[in-house]
């Protein structure tokens, strides 16, 4: 794989799997696993212990960063044996161009402390197909005017709001 990861052509001129590529950001960082065949969700490791206070919130780094596969993105979504004991997860998209370390967000909505243990699988990503079109404006009915596409820039590494208000 090499250090860097580079984005994957799946279409019909490029016979290769998708892949979910995954680096190693700390060395104590967990691979995403199905631990069935017929999962859909890649359990999520967190890499140390870490505390969320009753009924507070904490974003938990996982010590990896991940490309999802072209035409996807990654949603995080909890666990429901974390979900009975009143532990959800917050908002989680991973999109194509994040390059970051992945953390997810964590809400305690018991009464009592809960702490995670390094290596517990504490959330899943699922990855979902995503369709992305330019966005068009109809001015009178039948006129329509094509709006103005993002211009081009590097998210990287930037999460948790780096894109704006």
Known sequence: CGETMTTQKNDSTNHLPA????????ETGVLP???TQGSIGYDLSVIEDRLIPAHGRAAVPLGISI??????????APRSELAMRGIDV?????????????????????????????GERIAQLILEQALVVPVVLEEAPGECC???????????AMGFGSTGR
Do not use: C, M, W
Not at 148 to 156: A, F, S
């Open 19 to 26: 892949v979910l590529q995954v680096k190693r950001l700390r």
């Open 33 to 35: 696993v199905r631990l």
């Open 67 to 76: 490309r999802v596969p072209d035409g996807t993105y990654g949603r995080i």
């Open 90 to 118: 917050g908002a989680g998209v991973i999109d194509p161009d994040f390059a970051g370390e992945i953390a997810v967000i964590f809400y305690n909505h018991s009464f009592e402390d809960y702490t995670f243990k390094a």
């Open 146 to 156: 094509l709006i103005v596409e993002p211009k081009p820039r590097k998210r990287g």
